[in-house]
């Protein structure tokens, strides 16, 4: 039973759309909203409350579709507003809600505010939408101060006239001056516009960057970057106390609305900032990402998960869990790799991918393994879930995508001074069918060559339907715009859906077993067990428990330590291997009902 009402966010299960490479119908190589909804039934039955759509909007794809050219429109690529229409509609018709991903910080180079800052020139109304500055040196032949792009080189881009504009990421995507009445304006007009489609919510991108203090201080006087989530009020980019007052313009936005809309912040932000940004009187949420960042270690997940708690109960309300996104390298990858506790989350994957998945063993049955543990865990969490398109499959980091075939603006870039290959390994177009497999690529033998078949990504839609009837194969006119590996055969969504011994399997169980045992309770608590039920190595332990339905109490546990753990007495529900004479071996988890 999916939650309706003004609290039904509270404990969702929002899966994550990429839209791009989700599924095709018209055979451009390039997912679709159509594709989307011939998905449907399969959404539907994997159990999720709602979807969360990253960008669809028209854009020129210099960062994957976050730099937008127009916010209240469909890219005709990917279809019509009439398409998103019956997108929402289908969504709805099965109970589920749909966010979409609202891209505030920045807007694409093509968008026609920036366009016409550049013909207006400098000192012009059209300039004061973006942040626009003089450059140093006897010609400002150079860079206001030394600031650099989250995806590395400078973060100032000269143009014709010998102005510098800033942008925080690529420099297709020039930062708005949120000072600018019309900058606010125009934004809550968008909030509407998709609030009146009947959206039920927005995934906020970069919600901590629109506040900026460029002119307190001579720009030259701050070189340093200024640090992400530094929770300093004087960092002129980051998390500056001002951005708050957006967000309660549009939580007053939100509610206009019945019930009231929702929203989510993507914000990178010290701990003790995160309530703000999700208090009842801004937008109601934030993502939390220590899950995400946590190598394969209990106490880094036992310390991901009481933070989380913390910081929600600081601001009234719920927890995220995320285990992967189109942000990051596929976990099932991740847990696969060599486990090396770093500084800097993502070390070991993000450098094996920089060298094509070659410097270490990728050890495929670990991280399906602990894969299936770990969202075991997530899933008997209270709060909400955020699960990424293809993890349900088990999908691994694609990490040999010729350098040449990258869309990523991050790859050849340096980020904290590192070079990375960047995030599309985790964006290649989803495998549907495991007959439709094309034949190895002339210049790979182990990737398809998308002219012969897509594993079902690019296939019409079956001439009469019901909408959610999936089409027949056919051959596409264009290859999936990110080369699909042959191994993708052993991941079909068809071929799993028939395996009950299947990642699909599980996560449809899993979704089913959350919703009736502890998301129908209504109770966000959580209990840790004590040590003494945690075998002989509790430290190696993540043993919680919460209220279930019934008046049971649901035990979750999951063994990272070598030695089983004798599982509490009562009835397993669902375990992500069997337990052996009663004891639960390494990388699982169990949820036993006592
Ligand atoms: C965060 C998004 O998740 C990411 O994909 C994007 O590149 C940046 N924001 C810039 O919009």
């Given at each position: 039973m999916r939650a309706q009402g003004s609290d039904w966010w509270k404990q969702a299960v929002v899966y994550q759309v990429y839209p791009r490479s989700?599924?095709?119908?018209?055979?451009?190589?390039?997912?679709?909203?159509?594709?989307?909804?011939?998905?449907?039934?399969?959404?539907?039955?994997?159990?999720?409350?709602?979807?969360?759509?990253?960008?669809?909007?028209?854009?020129?794809?210099?960062?994957?579709?976050?730099?937008?050219?127009?916010?209240?429109?469909?890219?005709?690529?990917?279809?019509?507003?009439?398409?998103f229409d019956d997108l929402v509609a289908a969504a709805h018709a099965r109970g589920m809600k749909v966010i979409v991903d609202i891209?505030?910080?920045h807007t694409s180079d093509h968008h026609p505010w920036f366009q016409e800052a550049l013909a207006q020139g400098p000192g012009s109304p059209a300039r004061d939408r973006y942040l626009f500055r003089p450059g140093r040196g006897e010609h400002g032949e150079l860079p206001p101060n030394g600031w650099r792009s989250v995806f590395g080189g400078s973060a100032w881009e000269r143009v014709d006239d010998g102005s510098w504009y800033l942008h925080l990421f690529a420099r297709e995507q020039p930062d708005l001056n949120w000072r600018h009445p019309e900058v606010r304006a125009d934004f809550e007009r968008t909030l509407r516009f998709w609030s009146d489609r009947g959206v039920d919510g927005f995934?906020?991108?970069?919600?901590?960057?629109?506040?900026?203090?460029?002119?307190?201080?001579?720009?030259?006087?701050?070189?340093?970057?200024?640090v992400q989530g530094s929770g300093s009020p004087d960092n002129p980019l980051w998390d500056r106390p001002e951005v708050h007052e957006i967000y309660r313009a549009w939580r007053r936005v939100f509610n206009e609305y019945e019930p009231p809309r929702f929203a989510v912040a993507e914000a990178w932000v010290a701990p003790e900032h995160q309530r703000y940004y999700a208090s009842p009187d801004e937008l109601g949420q934030v993502f939390n990402f220590q899950f995400a960042k946590a190598g394969w270690f209990a106490d880094e997940f036992r310390r991901a998960i009481a933070d989380g708690l913390a910081a929600a109960a600081d601001s009234g309300s719920t927890s995220t869990w995320v285990l992967s996104n189109h942000d990051v390298p596929r976990h099932a990858t991740r847990y696969g790799l060599p486990q090396v506790r770093?500084?800097?989350?993502?070390?070991?994957?993000?450098?094996?991918?920089?060298?094509?998945?070659?410097?270490?063993?990728?050890?495929?049955?670990?991280?399906?393994?602990?894969?299936?543990?770990?969202?075991?865990?997530?899933?008997?969490?209270?709060?909400?879930?955020?699960?990424?398109?293809?993890?349900?499959?088990?999908?691994?980091?694609?990490?040999?995508?010729?350098?040449?075939?990258?869309?990523?603006?991050?790859?050849?870039?340096?980020?904290?001074?590192?070079?990375?290959?960047?995030?599309?390994?985790?964006?290649?177009?989803?495998?549907?069918?495991?007959?439709?497999?094309?034949?190895?690529?002339?210049?790979?033998?182990?990737?398809?060559?998308?002219?012969?078949?897509?594993?079902?990504?690019?296939?019409?839609?079956?001439?009469?339907?019901?909408?959610?009837?999936?089409?027949?194969?056919?051959?596409?006119?264009?290859?999936?715009?990110?080369?699909?590996?042959?191994?993708?055969?052993?991941?079909?969504?068809?071929?799993?859906?028939?395996?009950?011994?299947?990642?699909?399997?599980?996560?449809?169980?899993?979704?089913?077993?959350?919703?009736?045992?502890?998301?129908?309770?209504?109770?966000?608590?959580?209990?840790?067990?004590?040590?003494?039920?945690?075998?002989?190595?509790?430290?190696?332990?993540?043993?919680?428990?919460?209220?279930?339905?019934?008046?049971?109490?649901?035990?979750?546990?999951?063994?990272?330590?070598?030695?089983?753990?004798?599982?509490?007495?009562?009835?397993?529900?669902?375990?992500?291997?069997?337990?052996?004479?009663?004891?639960?071996?390494?990388?699982?988890?169990?949820?036993?009902?006592?």
């Amino acid at each position: 039973m999916r939650a309706q009402g003004s609290d039904w966010w509270k404990q969702a299960v929002v899966y994550q759309v990429y839209p791009r490479s989700f599924r095709d119908t018209d055979g451009d190589g390039l997912g679709d909203i159509r594709g989307i909804v011939s998905k449907i039934g399969y959404l539907d039955e994997l159990g999720v409350d709602a979807l969360w759509l990253s960008p669809f909007y028209p854009s020129n794809l210099a960062d994957g579709g976050y730099d937008v050219i127009d916010y209240r429109a469909v890219d005709p690529r990917l279809g019509t507003l009439a398409d998103f229409d019956d997108l929402v509609a289908a969504a709805h018709a099965r109970g589920m809600k749909v966010i979409v991903d609202i891209v505030p910080n920045h807007t694409s180079d093509h968008h026609p505010w920036f366009q016409e800052a550049l013909a207006q020139g400098p000192g012009s109304p059209a300039r004061d939408r973006y942040l626009f500055r003089p450059g140093r040196g006897e010609h400002g032949e150079l860079p206001p101060n030394g600031w650099r792009s989250v995806f590395g080189g400078s973060a100032w881009e000269r143009v014709d006239d010998g102005s510098w504009y800033l942008h925080l990421f690529a420099r297709e995507q020039p930062d708005l001056n949120w000072r600018h009445p019309e900058v606010r304006a125009d934004f809550e007009r968008t909030l509407r516009f998709w609030s009146d489609r009947g959206v039920d919510g927005f995934r906020v991108d970069v919600a901590h960057a629109l506040a900026k203090d460029l002119d307190s201080r001579p720009l030259d006087e701050l070189d340093q970057d200024p640090v992400q989530g530094s929770g300093s009020p004087d960092n002129p980019l980051w998390d500056r106390p001002e951005v708050h007052e957006i967000y309660r313009a549009w939580r007053r936005v939100f509610n206009e609305y019945e019930p009231p809309r929702f929203a989510v912040a993507e914000a990178w932000v010290a701990p003790e900032h995160q309530r703000y940004y999700a208090s009842p009187d801004e937008l109601g949420q934030v993502f939390n990402f220590q899950f995400a960042k946590a190598g394969w270690f209990a106490d880094e997940f036992r310390r991901a998960i009481a933070d989380g708690l913390a910081a929600a109960a600081d601001s009234g309300s719920t927890s995220t869990w995320v285990l992967s996104n189109h942000d990051v390298p596929r976990h099932a990858t991740r847990y696969g790799l060599p486990q090396v506790r770093s500084r800097v989350y993502h070390q070991i994957a993000n450098d094996w991918l920089l060298r094509d998945g070659s410097t270490y063993y990728e050890d495929r049955a670990h991280g399906t393994r602990r894969a299936r543990a770990a969202v075991l865990m997530e899933l008997a969490l209270p709060g909400s879930v955020y699960i990424y398109q293809g993890e349900e499959l088990g999908l691994f980091e694609v990490a040999d995508i010729p350098w040449d075939m990258l869309e990523d603006p991050q790859a050849r870039r340096t980020l904290h001074g590192d070079a990375i290959k960047g995030r599309d390994g985790c964006r290649v177009p989803l495998p549907w069918e495991a007959a439709d497999a094309p034949a190895p690529a002339a210049w790979s033998a182990s990737f398809g060559d998308g002219a012969t078949g897509s594993f079902g990504f690019s296939a019409p839609l079956a001439p009469a339907g019901d909408g959610s009837a999936d089409g027949v194969p056919a051959r596409a006119a264009a290859a999936p715009h990110l080369p699909q590996p042959l191994w993708f055969a052993g991941f079909a969504a068809d071929a799993e859906a028939a395996d009950p011994s299947s990642m699909l399997a599980l996560y449809r169980r899993a979704i089913a077993a959350r919703a009736e045992l502890l998301t129908a309770t209504g109770d966000t608590s959580l209990s840790w067990m004590p040590a003494s039920e945690l075998g002989p190595e509790p430290d190696q332990v993540v043993g919680f428990e919460r209220p279930a339905a019934d008046g049971r109490a649901l035990a979750c546990v999951a063994n990272f330590g070598a030695r089983p753990v004798p599982l509490p007495a009562g009835e397993v529900v669902l375990a992500s291997v069997d337990p052996v004479d009663g004891a639960l071996p390494q990388d699982a988890c169990a949820w036993v009902l006592r």
